[in-house]
T-cell receptor, first 113, second 112 residues
């Protein structure tokens, strides 16, 4: 099976712009989770989608949003970018039931100037 | 806030030696997973241990879980230069929120 794919892999934006990142899960997986990784805060949970519904979200401002499509592909959007949004954004997919392994994509590295 | 904290933060060993890293967490869990990350790339899943399990093996990896102490350890035996990476533990809370909390990570360097 193909792994989790994320596009784009690298992105440079300026403050105030918005950005959309995409994640395609492993075939058959219905859950997609998003994480932000920074040197200062480590890996932090953004939100999780299952069957097009957000099941949980982390403690991020409303500028961070996401959605999931009927084919389980997911997008996350960050509006009004700030310098502190520079990070590696990782998505992970799983079957979506409890105690399941999450499989991570390679990440999208976002640089905000 | 971080659920887990890995200890030590950094570890440097010679090839062939064993590496042990520990993870402590704060709340009750359903399961605990260990991941490896090479140089800011995606995370690779290593092993999952459920809250009712005490020990699990996978190749050169051995994971233990002590729910009474809220801690887990990852042992890599006969380490190789290719094991150089950051290692993270991740826990999902027992409330079934489908939300994994990651620890701060241990940076392992294996010297050839």
């Amino acid at each position: 099976k193909a792994g989790v794919t994320q596009t784009p892999r690298y992105l440079i934006k300026t403050r105030g712009q918005q950005v959309t990142l995409s994640c395609s899960p492993i075939s058959g997986h219905r859950s997609v989770s998003w994480y932000q990784q920074t040197p200062g805060q480590g890996l932090q949970f953004l939100f999780e989608y299952f069957s097009e519904t957000q099941r949980n979200k982390g403690n991020f401002p409303g500028r961070f949003s996401g959605r999931q499509f009927s084919n389980s592909r997911s997008e996350m959007n960050v509006s009004t970018l700030e310098l502190g949004d520079s990070a590696l954004y990782l998505c992970a997919s799983s079957l979506g039931t409890e105690q399941e392994t999450q499989y991570f994509g390679p990440g999208t590295r976002l640089l905000v100037l | 806030s971080q659920q887990g904290e890995e200890d030590p933060q950094a570890l440097s060993i010679q090839e062939g030696e064993n590496a042990t890293m520990n993870c402590s967490y704060k709340t009750s869990i359903n399961n605990l997973q260990w991941y490896r990350q090479n140089s800011g790339r995606g995370l690779v899943h290593l092993i999952l241990i459920r809250s009712n399990e005490r020990e699990k093996h996978s190749g050169r990896l051995r994971v233990t879980l002590d729910t009474s102490k809220k801690s887990s350890s990852l042992l890599i035996t006969a380490s190789r230069a290719a094991d150089t990476a950051s290692y993270f533990c991740a826990t999902d809370t027992i409330s079934g929120t489908y939300k994994y909390i990651f620890g701060t990570g241990t940076r392992l360097k294996v010297l050839a």
